[in-house]
């Protein structure tokens, strides 16, 4: 889908683009002199939750985390919105709510908009951010022997489809609401005092398609292990009880060559790795001697693997010993 784009845009041609179309990273980075650089993004996406507020709120965490996952602090952001002609404008004023004041939780500002008519609500955010262009964090910079580490529990497609199936239950949503409301920044900001150099965060493509980017690009190995990941409360039962969201089998058809499973996981195990996030975690690549530092910084983050020297393959195996 890139390749027209490249044909147009040389990026040779553009020296102060420091990230852009050719490295696939989780947003575009340009130069503005040699102290700073903006760092843009966009993303949004249908209701995921219930209630408009928490909509807006999530839409905009999961916005602004490409930011954070550059290594870059939030400037300011543009609404994105796709509303139904003749529906309850008081639902749109929560969503909008709830992405405002998210934004100024990231101590930034909502600047302006813009709005289409569609059969289904759709919000989320364009968002600017400012970094040093020395700091820039990207996917491509994983060691061999690094430690990955995982900032948030992994689980919200599966509650949140069980919520579309009209089958979760109200305090497992709540957990997944409170965890995708929940910024990484502070994530980030752990990140930038022990020195990481590569991380993304983890949505749409599941912890698998995320993690082939990063080995990807890197031109590395990953291996994982399946016992040190954390699931959001209900989680697991939901996706024995095969509530996966369509993405799922997506993800799993395209990265499945480059991945590798135990015999000991079972295909739900499996699945559940496959299963796109909403304003999900930092999946992190950090120096061995720096990951304790970083768990003494933001003790919530987990150790779930190691970088092994490689092609972009990712090993995924029960336990560290098995």
Do not use: C
């Amino acid at each position: 889908m890139l390749q027209p784009l490249r044909e147009v845009f040389n990026e040779e041609d553009y020296p102060d683009v420091l990230v852009g179309l050719a490295s696939a990273d989780d947003a575009a980075v340009y130069r503005l002199d040699d102290k700073r650089a903006l760092v843009t993004s966009t993303d949004f996406f249908p209701p995921v939750v219930d209630d408009p507020y928490d909509f807006g709120a999530i839409a905009a965490a999961n916005a602004l985390s490409d930011i954070y996952a550059m290594g870059g602090k939030p400037l300011f952001a543009i609404n994105l919105v796709a509303y139904p002609s003749g529906f309850n404008l008081d639902y749109l004023r929560e969503i909008l709510r709830g992405g405002a004041e998210k934004t100024a939780e990231a101590g930034a500002v909502i600047a302006g908009g813009h709005s289409v008519s569609d059969k289904e609500p759709k919000y989320g955010l364009a968002v600017t951010g400012e970094v040093d262009p020395r700091k820039i964090v990207t996917k491509a910079k994983n060691k061999p022997g690094d430690r990955l580490i995982l900032t948030k529990p992994l689980g919200t497609g599966l509650i949140t489809t069980a919520l579309k199936n009209q089958a979760a239950e109200a305090d497992h949503v709540a957990s997944a609401v409170e965890s995708m409301k929940l910024l990484n920044r502070e994530a980030a900001e752990a990140a930038e005092k022990t020195g990481v150099v590569s991380m993304t965060d983890i949505t749409g493509f599941g912890l698998l398609g995320h993690a082939h980017e990063m080995a990807h690009l890197s031109g590395v190995n990953l291996r994982l292990f399946y016992d040190r990941l954390e699931f959001l409360p209900g989680a697991l039962k939901y996706a024995d009880d095969g509530a996966f969201p369509g993405g799922m089998g997506n993800n799993r058809h395209y990265f499945a060559p480059w991945v590798t499973f135990s015999e000991q996981l079972s295909h739900v195990q499996q699945d559940t790795l496959w299963t796109p996030e909403t304003s999900g975690g930092l999946l992190i690549s950090i120096a061995e001697e720096s990951a304790s530092e970083y768990l003494n910084l933001y003790p919530q983050a987990v150790v779930i693997g190691v970088v092994e020297p490689g092609d972009g393959h990712i090993h995924v195996q029960v336990s560290e010993g098995r």
